[in-house]
């Protein structure tokens, strides 16, 4: 059976039905509307997109769009006229903006990772016990009597018409430390291969004379660790010396680094 004509200057796209076709008079209105706040011909973005697609026929839209001749035809004319429907072109807006939403991400990562890198350093702040002052007022309970010249107390001196001490929690300096952000911590080890999922390394360091354990502590801080995130088990290496050692009875002493 014979498909039903269509009346001049009408087209069948994919989804839409019966549109107006890329010679028609009438302006296909929906699919115009989608165009004007992409503006492809002042869309340096958008053309990227175009020139980068896998897709010929956007490829070649955006080369019919460029042409001197194409200056006054509509965007919508141009992409019936390679075939490419309404929906296909919503598909490819939304796709390409994903694209450049992962490379705007992809151009911070550098500076993002710098802050988290600082975010999980260890921190100075304020002592909470002096409020960064560095020292705490001495209450008349605790200031010793100064009668028959009995020595002040270290640290204890006066201050106006009060006595004061060094803070003991800062010892005077007005600042404690206050670890790194935890999850900063995890996010860095595991950039740089030390996932928490993988399993510890076990060091057995065998001491067969010299330094003792101090001579193993010195092998242990030079050793480079490879710590495969796909291996659940411990890993022993084994490191012999020819030194003499007191580790213990066998000679060989164990730490997991975790």
Same mark, same amino acid.
């Given at each position: 059976?014979?498909?039903?004509?269509?009346?001049?200057?009408?087209?069948?796209?994919?989804?839409?039905?019966?549109?107006?076709?890329?010679?028609?008079?009438?302006?296909?209105?929906?699919?115009?509307?989608?165009?004007?706040?992409?503006?492809?011909?002042?869309?340096?973005?958008?053309?990227?997109?175009?020139?980068?697609? *896998?897709? &010929?026929?956007?490829?070649?839209?955006? !080369?019919?769009?460029? /042409?001197?001749? @194409?200056?006054?035809? #509509?965007? =919508?004319?141009?992409?019936?006229?390679?075939?490419?429907?309404?929906?296909?072109?919503?598909?490819?807006?939304?796709?390409?903006?994903?694209?450049?939403?992962?490379?705007?991400?992809?151009?911070?990562?550098?500076?993002?990772?710098?802050?988290?890198?600082?975010?999980?350093?260890?921190?100075?702040?304020?002592?909470?016990?002096?409020?960064?002052?560095?020292?705490?007022?001495?209450?008349?309970?605790?200031?010793?009597?100064?009668?028959?010249?009995?020595?002040?107390?270290?640290?204890?001196?006066?201050?106006?018409?009060?006595?004061?001490?060094?803070?003991?929690?800062?010892?005077?300096?007005?600042? *404690?430390? &206050?670890?790194?952000?935890?999850?900063? !911590?995890?996010?860095? /080890?595991?950039? @740089?291969?030390?996932? #928490?999922? =993988?399993?510890?390394?076990?060091?057995?360091?065998?001491?067969?004379?010299?330094?003792?354990?101090?001579?193993?502590?010195?092998?242990?801080?030079?050793?480079?660790?490879?710590?495969?995130?796909?291996?659940?088990?411990?890993?022993?290496?084994?490191?012999?010396?020819?030194?003499?050692?007191?580790?213990?009875?066998?000679?060989?002493?164990?730490?997991?680094?975790?």
């Amino acid at each position: 059976m014979p498909k039903p004509s269509l009346p001049p200057g009408t087209m069948l796209e994919k989804y839409r039905g019966e549109v107006p076709s890329w010679d028609s008079p009438d302006t296909d209105e929906v699919y115009e509307a989608f165009f004007e706040p992409v503006k492809p011909r002042d869309n340096p973005e958008f053309q990227q997109a175009l020139a980068a697609s *896998t897709d &010929k026929r956007f490829r070649e839209y955006l !080369r019919q769009l460029n /042409l001197p001749k @194409n200056r006054n035809k #509509k965007c =919508s004319t141009i992409a019936k006229v390679m075939d490419i429907s309404l929906a296909e072109f919503i598909d490819f807006l939304r796709t390409s903006y994903r694209a450049q939403a992962m490379s705007v991400a992809a151009m911070r990562l550098p500076e993002i990772t710098t802050h988290m890198a600082n975010d999980a350093l260890t921190q100075k702040e304020a002592c909470g016990r002096c409020d960064g002052w560095g020292f705490v007022n001495v209450t008349a309970e605790e200031l010793p009597p100064l009668e028959d010249g009995q020595p002040i107390p270290g640290g204890v001196r006066p201050m106006g018409a009060r006595w004061v001490r060094d803070c003991p929690k800062c010892g005077a300096t007005g600042q *404690t430390s &206050k670890p790194g952000d935890s999850h900063a !911590r995890d996010k860095i /080890l595991q950039l @740089n291969g030390f996932d #928490k999922k =993988s399993g510890g390394v076990t060091v057995a360091i065998n001491n067969y004379g010299g330094n003792g354990i101090e001579a193993a502590g010195a092998r242990f801080a030079a050793l480079t660790f490879d710590i495969s995130a796909d291996s659940a088990e411990s890993e022993v290496i084994q490191i012999d010396s020819d030194e003499r050692g007191h580790a213990g009875g066998d000679g060989s002493v164990e730490a997991d680094a975790d």
